[in-house]
């Protein structure tokens, strides 16, 4: 845990004292959920085929009050919204709400559920109930992540690692060494990915790019998934007692790199770029923070000698990274987020005009060092990384120049809230 400002403790306050009086008991005894909202710098659209992404939450989301009732009766109510509810931020709200039901049941129920079970329940429910294709990205980086650092996962292995940028020293004179903050603007567009039949189209698109390249590898049994990672586990077990031998091995591997750039021009051209966005998204992850992890471990057992042997071998293949996050290169990270953007653009093709218009104003405003959709992209807001220094200048230029280009759309949004700066946050945890 970090300095983190949000939320901050007139905020709790608030929330205690509205479930306070919604349920007739003290505010003292008013639990509140903290379930921050989540920015994807890189990695975007690769998690439901496998890839490996990287996250952080931001300084804010959803904060739900709650207090035991003790019986199985569960009454709900909004202490902000009338009616029906919607959420349309780009900055995974259904995630952000499921995490928070999760953890406050499990916390009125006294369960001790890890992140890693709770990712996966969410996945059902947005999968399951809500209909959405989508990986497990938005829940990992809600539960994971830590303040000021960057989550990085690898969503086919479910292992994950938290990247804390390098600190400047006295010594280092060079420009590329800046403090940042991240820009929010808001399209005003509104629509629910349920609702729109394109996200769910692409996760198809992937598949089926997945399925002719496995089939061209002679790999059509697998499950049809773009990864293109390694693991490959080894356990040899020998018993001269039962006089056996075991020997268990499991070996994940979908569809490498070099089948894709061997028939990448057979697939029809649609799927050609899914594919082609999942690997050079990959590899801007790879390049940004860098961390590919081979584990290879051998467990021999001899009953007759009482003797047990172990025997791990850890390779680490350290990629041609490390130089953007983990060095502070906040510049070198941007040019590889608007990489991101520009690929989800013309690749994985996602994106609406007013959104495509809202990036290219951002990779002009003054200070930024990359821009892209956050989300899915059909609706909501774009993220950049902006030198904190000149955070109010870029948001100034953002609103003026979008209102500007899209006065219906920017109508609809709160001229105070339509271009937000925010700072890094913390894991979703109960208070």
Not at 119 to 148: C, F, P
Not at 238 to 261: D, G
Not at 356 to 381: M, Y
């Amino acid at each position: 845990m970090g300095e983190f400002s949000w939320p901050t403790e007139d905020e709790l306050q608030e929330m205690r004292n509205k479930v306070s009086e919604m349920s007739g008991r003290d505010a003292e005894v008013v639990r509140v959920v903290v379930s921050p909202y989540r920015i994807c710098p890189l990695g975007a659209h690769i998690d439901h085929q496998g890839g490996t992404v990287s996250a952080m939450t931001i300084n804010k989301g959803i904060l739900l009050g709650f207090v035991p009732s003790g019986d199985t009766e569960v009454v709900l109510r909004s202490g902000q919204f009338d009616g029906e509810v919607r959420f349309s931020s780009g900055l995974s709200s259904s995630a952000a709400v499921g995490i928070a039901y999760l953890l406050a049941l499990e916390s009125a129920n006294g369960m001790n559920v890890s992140p890693l079970d709770n990712i996966e329940y969410d996945r059902l429910i947005e999968n399951g109930y809500l209909g959405l294709r989508n990986g497990i990205l938005d829940q990992s980086a809600i539960l994971l992540s830590r303040y000021g650092c960057l989550m990085r996962m690898d969503c086919k292995s479910k292992e994950y690692e938290i990247i804390q940028p390098r600190e400047p020293q006295n010594s280092d004179k060079t420009k590329i060494q800046k403090s940042y903050k991240v820009l929010l603007a808001f399209s005003g567009l509104r629509c629910a990915l349920t609702n729109n039949p394109g996200y769910n189209c692409r996760v198809a698109e992937c598949q089926e790019a997945a399925k002719f390249l496995l089939c061209a590898s002679g790999k059509a049994e697998m499950d049809p998934r773009l990864c293109n990672g390694e693991y490959f586990h080894l356990i040899l077990f020998s018993s001269f007692v039962i006089l056996q031998l075991i020997m268990i091995l499991i070996f994940f591997q979908t569809v490498e790199e070099e089948v894709y750039e061997a028939h990448k021009n057979e697939l029809e051209p649609t799927l050609a770029k899914r594919a082609e966005h999942y690997f050079t998204e990959n590899r801007r992850v790879a390049k940004g923070i860098a961390f590919l992890t081979w584990s290879f471990e051998i467990i021999l057992e001899i009953h007759v000698y009482l003797v047990l042997c172990f025997i791990n071998l850890w390779i680490y293949f350290i990629g041609s990274g490390l130089e953007a996050w983990k060095s502070g290169n906040s510049q070198d990270f941007g040019k590889l987020i608007s990489a991101s953007g520009l690929s989800s653009i013309y690749n994985y093709e996602c994106g609406s005009e007013p959104l495509i218009q809202l990036n290219e104003i951002l990779q002009r405003a003054p200070g930024v060092f990359g821009a892209r959709f956050s989300g899915a992209g059909f609706r909501g807001c774009c993220l950049a990384l902006v030198d904190a220094d000149r955070a109010e200048e870029a948001a100034s230029y953002v609103r003026s120049e979008y209102f500007e280009l899209q006065p219906e759309l920017a109508s609809q949004l709160n001229a105070d809230s339509a271009v937000l700066i925010c700072k890094p946050g913390d894991c979703a945890r109960v208070i």
